[in-house]
Structures are given as C-alpha cells and as structure tokens.
C-alpha cells in the first residue's frame, strides 16, 4: 500500500491527529490536503501534547517528510507561531515543506469571516472564525493570492492591490467598517514570506518522485465528512472538501493512486458550531461525556455538543468516502456506562429513514431510534488485545461494523500512542 488518506467520519474532531500520528511511525510523507487552521489536532507522544493546526501530524517523527498540501488554506502567522511553538519544545521542523499553491489567508478574511457570522444573527453558522469560508471563496472566485506569490513581491502587490480594492469597497459599503492599509498588509506578508521562503516549493513532483521510490505517504484530512459542502449538513458545514476525494485533489496524487482510506470515527458523536445533530444529548448523560472526554475545541475552546453514535450519519460516511476500514478512537470513555446506545434509523413523523437526509430541514425534525447494548464497567485502557476486551465492549464493536458496513481495524482505549488496539487491521504492521 503506497497512499492512504486518513479522513474524519463525522463533524470533525474524531481523533485524526492521534489516528495519524499512531500510523506515520511507519511511513515517509504525511500531506494535510484541505481546510485550514479551524483543524485543531491533538497529538500526545514524546514532547509531550500538541494542538496542531497546519502542520500535519507526522512532524514528530524523524524520517517524515510533511506537507502542507495544496488544498489547505494557509494562515502565515499562525503557521509561524505553530513552527516556533514546535521548535521551542525541541521538534525538528526542517523537514516541513509547503505547496506554493496554498491559499494564503489574509487579513480581510478573517475580518469577513467575522463580519458575516453577525449578518446571520441568530442563523450563525457558528464558524471558526479563521477565515475559512472566505478565502475558500476567494479560491473559486480566481482573487486568491498563494503561497507561491509570496517568492515574488511584484506580483504579490499587484494581486493584493486589485483584490484590496474590491474587499475595501464591501468592508466599507457593506459592512461600513473602515477599509485596509495596502501598504500594511503588503508589508506584513513581505515578512511571512522571507520568513516561510524555505519552506515553500512545489510538491506534486516531489509526491510523485517519493511515489516511484517506493515511499509510504499518509494523507491527513481536517474536519469530517458530515461538514463537507456537498454531502454535509450544508449550509451548516465547511468550506473545503474534508472527504476521500479531497485527498486526491488535494496534492495532485491521481484516485487509483490512494490504496487505502480510513475513516476515524468517535465512539460516540459530538459537534461545534451551530446544525442539527440527531444524537444530541441535553442531558447529564451528554455532560458526562464531555467532562469525561474533555469535549472542548481545541481551536477555539467551546464546548462540544456531545451524544450517542449516530450509525444512518456514519454508515453515509462509509458510503461517500468508499473507507476501507474505521479507525475508531474514544471507546474507553464509555468504560462504567451501564448501557451505551447506538443511533439506528430516525423517526420522521410516522416514517423511519435509514438514510442520512440532504435537507437540514428534514434532519432537524428527525428523532434518533436507538438500540441499546450493555455496558462494560470497567477499564479498557490498558488491554491492547481485542480478545481481552470485556464481552459487551466487542459486541459494541462489532455492532457498529455490521451497521455501518465497515470493519474496524484500529481502536484507541486511551489517549497515549501505546493505548491501541490493532483489530483487524489491514494497515502496515
Ligand atoms: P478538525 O480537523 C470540528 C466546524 C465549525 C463550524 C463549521 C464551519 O479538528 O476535526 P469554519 O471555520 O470551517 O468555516 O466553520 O465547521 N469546524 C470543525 N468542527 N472539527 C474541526 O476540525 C472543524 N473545523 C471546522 O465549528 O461549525
Ligand atoms: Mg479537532
């Protein structure tokens, strides 16, 4: 197997940074192709935990080359202090290399971002507020500046010149807040660019020549599946692609190349942001969960809507991502639960859909039908044989296989890298 990509399965925050730093032990690239800093990855190993937001998860390995693709959106000045944050705790981060055709976030699209979060009042999308939405527009709308532009200054004032002038005309005539400094913003990103220069080439070749040496390359996805602006809660979702076929477009690696697509996925489900979410759980049952789990964003810090696993939103998953296997991440946090339940078809009225909805509309109204399995009552954290595992926690396992229509090859009981149970895994041993 010479490519896998590594997606979330559900509305971000699955353990992907733990999924991905557990599998790059084994291979040489590791490339984040889409979304942007609104990914906040944990990664628990050696120099202790970090929360990465473009640097792919890879970076703590020696022989791991790591990309920050041409699908990801590029915020300099975050990605600076990320790499400074990485270098003060002793990780080497020479071999970081990013696309010259990233997006590059720029001031006025987190202003927007924020802007018209309060144009939607009370339908707010709940968004990160780091400009995603924006500067994925400003991609297909062809008034992006890259990463590539930063090598070259002409060019970049030229591009930031026209752009400004139409962003300072909405700011103030639309929004009626005051307009940019050219000069500043051009003065600053003059600055990221001296300072991201060596970092910055392009990749697509360099995938491809690590391709014809044999190498092992790992995509790494950002947000989930159920964000996604196609098949996502839409307009409650994303702006880039977080599915499969993102990773294919987002390094320029061909759909036959990629051998192998994990999809991680929560025990349970949780959400941030504003759209509906079956399985929400107001309750103190719902609470438990967090607390236990520590169900906070770590991009932004809020509270994670937390409830039970919703299997018709996952095995849609399975579906549109065409997974090869679950990676499935938390399953310890139900360790003393006397019942856990899984979310098995919705009630609308007096009809029972088993298919995920594309209407948010229709979500909205749907009531979760659960099943209810028994629970384990004690701690699974430190077996690491999927036998040893009590009777209830393998039924829940392999309950979640035969609904979704996909094996679980990998399950984490516990957040440090040994805390893993390799089931029946087709990844590289
Ligand atoms: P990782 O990679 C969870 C959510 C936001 C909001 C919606 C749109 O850590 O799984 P945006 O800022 O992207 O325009 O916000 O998407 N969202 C995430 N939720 N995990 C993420 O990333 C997310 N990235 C964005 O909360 O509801
Ligand atoms: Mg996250």
């Known amino acids: 197997m010479a490519v896998m990509a590594v997606i979330g399965g559900q509305w971000g925050d699955e353990g992907k940074g733990r999924v991905v730093d557990l599998l790059a032990e084994k291979v040489d690239m590791v490339v984040r192709f889409s ?47 990320e790499i400074n944050e990485l270098q003060r705790h002793g990780v080497d981060t020479s071999r970081l290399v990013i696309s010259d055709r990233a997006h590059l976030i720029m001031p006025y699209h987190t202003l927007l971002d924020g802007l018209e979060e309060e144009r939607r009042g009370g339908k707010a999308l709940g ?21 590539g532009d930063l090598l070259d200054k002409d060019a970049l004032y030229s591009r930031l010149k026209s752009t400004l002038e139409l962003k300072n005309a909405i700011l103030t005539k639309v929004y009626l807040v005051s307009p940019l400094s050219l000069e500043e913003i051009y003065e600053q990103y003059c600055r990221y660019g ?10 697509t070749d360099m995938l491809h020549e690590a391709l014809r040496k044999g190498n092992l390359i790992l995509l790494e996805g950002a947000q989930g599946t159920l964000l996604d602006p196609d098949f996502g809660t839409y307009p409650y979702v994303t702006s880039s692609s977080p599915l499969a076929g993102s990773s294919s477009l987002g390094t320029g690696i061909g759909p036959m190349q990629i051998s192998h697509v994990v999809g991680v996925f929560k025990a349970y489900t949780t959400r941030v942001g504003s759209g509906p979410m079956p399985t929400e759980l107001r309750d103190e049952v719902g609470e438990l969960i967090r607390e236990k789990a ?16 919703d299997a018709v ?20 946090i139900f360790d003393a639960f006397p019942s856990v339940k899984i979310c098995t078809a919705y009630r609308l009225g007096d009809k029972v ?19 209810e399995l028994a629970g384990w009552r004690g701690p699974i954290g430190e077996i690491r044989h999927f036998d040893e595992l009590p009777i209830e926690a393998r ?30 895994s087709m990844l590289p041993q």
């Open 194 to 203: 001296e300072r991201l220069a060596p970092y910055i080439r392009e990749t």
């Open 127 to 147: 968004t990160t507020r780091r400009g995603i939405g924006p500067v994925f527009a400003d991609k297909v709308a062809r008034l992006g500046i890259r990463a």
């Open 395 to 424: 039924h829940y396992v392999a309950r979640l296989e035969e609904i979704t229509c996909c094996p679980v090859g990998l399950i984490s009981v516990g957040p440090k890298r040994e805390q893993v149970i390799k089931a029946k």
């Open 35 to 81: 979304g942007g800093d609104n990914a906040g990855h944990t990664v628990i190993g050696p120099y202790g935990e970090f929360g990465l937001h473009l640097v792919p998860s890879g970076i703590f390995y020696p022989q791991v080359t790591c990309i920050i693709g041409n699908g990801v959106a590029i915020n300099p000045a975050n990605l600076l202090g």
């Open 294 to 309: 520590h169900e906070y964003g770590a991009t932004t810090g809020r509270p994670r809507r937390c409830g039970w696993f």
């Open 353 to 371: 859909l088993d298919r995920f909805p594309a209407n948010v509309g229709v979500l909205e109204k749907c009531q979760p039908i659960y099943e």
């Open 313 to 332: 939103a996952s095995r849609f998953s399975v579906q549109v991502n065409g997974l090869s296997e679950i990676a499935l991440t938390h399953l310890d």
